[in-house]
C-alpha cells in the first residue's frame, strides 16, 4: 500500500500541472529527440566511413549467430542426454492426466534428439508438440489421451490434416494414442498421410525406447508416401468411413 502511495505521488510530481509546464516538457522531448537522431547518424557515419569498423561489426555480427545456433544445439543435446534413458510403461502413461501425457511426449521427443516443445492449449489447433528433427524435419503431434481403452476416430484426422500444414508448417503429421483408432481413421490417416501411433507403438516407442524417427522411418529426404498431404475438408467421406463407436474419443 505505501509503495502504491509513493508512487502515485512520484506520478504526479512529474505530470506538467498547466500548459506552460506541457510547452516545456514537449520542448525537451523535442531537443532530446533531436541529439538522439543526430547521435544515430553520426554512429552509422562512422562505421561505413571505416571499412574497418563495419567489418569488425559483421564478424562480431557472425560470431553471434552462430553462438546462438551452437547453444540452441548443445541445449537440445543436453535434454536428449538427460533424458536418454527416459522409459514410459503404457500402465504410467494411462494413470496420467491428458496435459500431462502431453508432456510425457515432448520428454520422449526430446529424448530422442529432437528440439520439441509444447504446444497444446485452448485454441491450439489441433497441435499439441511440434518439434524439429536433426534432418530438418517439422513435426507436429496431437495428443490423445484416453482412460478408458477409447478409439479416435477419423474426425480428429480431419482436424490435424486441416491444420497441420497450413496452421503449423508440418512436414510430418501425427496422432499419438494411448487407446487405438477407429477404421475410419486408419483409412483417412492413410489417404492424407498422417502417421498414427496407437497402443502398441507407443509401448515401442516409450517403454521400450525405440526412437520416433526408426519407428515412423523418417528418411532425408522424405520420401513422397511419408510427407503431409493436404487434401480439401469439404471431400466428402464414404459411408464406410461414418462409423458410430461409442468410446470414440474427440
Known amino acids: ?5 509513493s508512487r502515485s505521488r512520484l506520478l504526479r510530481a512529474w505530470t506538467p500541472a498547466n500548459s506552460n509546464e506541457w510547452i ?24 561505413f566511413g571505416h571499412w574497418y569498423i563495419a567489418a569488425g561489426l559483421g564478424f562480431g555480427l557472425a560470431i553471434a549467430i552462430a553462438a546462438t545456433l551452437w547453444w540452441q544445439v548443445a541445449a537440445v543435446r543436453r535434454r536428449s542426454a538427460r533424458l536418454r534413458h527416459l522409459r514410459l510403461t503404457l500402465h504410467e502413461l494411462d494413470a496420467i492426466s491428458p496435459q500431462a501425457f502431453e508432456f ?26 511440434v518439434a524439429l528433427d536433426d534432418r530438418g524435419h517439422r513435426i ?14 477419423a474426425n480428429v484426422v480431419y482436424q490435424v490434416n486441416g491444420t497441420a500444414g497450413p496452421a503449423h508448417g508440418a512436414d510430418v503429421a501425427v ?20 502417421h498414427l501411433i496407437g497402443r502398441q507403438d ?32 469439404t471431400r466428402h467421406r464414404s459411408p464406410s468411413l461414418r462409423e458410430a463407436d461409442s468410446q470414440e474419443v474427440t
Open 24 to 47: 516545456a516538457a514537449l520542448f525537451v522531448v523535442f531537443i532530446a529527440t533531436a541529439l538522439l537522431v543526430q547521435a544515430i547518424r553520426a554512429l552509422i557515419g562512422a562505421i
Open 202 to 233: 507407443l509401448a515401442r516407442w516409450a517403454a521400450d525406447g525405440e526412437s520416433l524417427q526408426r519407428l515412423l522411418r523418417l528418411t532425408t529426404p522424405l520420401r513422397r508416401r511419408q510427407r503431409l498431404r493436404h487434401t480439401a475438408l
Open 104 to 129: 510425457a511426449v515432448r520428454d520422449l521427443m526430446l529424448r530422442d534428439g529432437m528440439n520439441a516443445r509444447h504446444v497444446g492449449r485452448r485454441g491450439d489447433k489441433a497441435a499439441d508438440v
Open 140 to 153: 507436429v503431434v496431437q495428443c490423445k489421451h484416453t482412460t478408458t481403452c477409447g478409439k479416435v476416430g
Open 175 to 194: 496422432i499419438v494414442t494411448n487407446g487405438s483408432f477407429t477404421g475410419g481413421a486408419r483409412e483417412n490417416a492413410a489417404e492424407f498421410r498422417i
Open 1 to 5: 500500500m505505501t509503495r502504491r502511495k
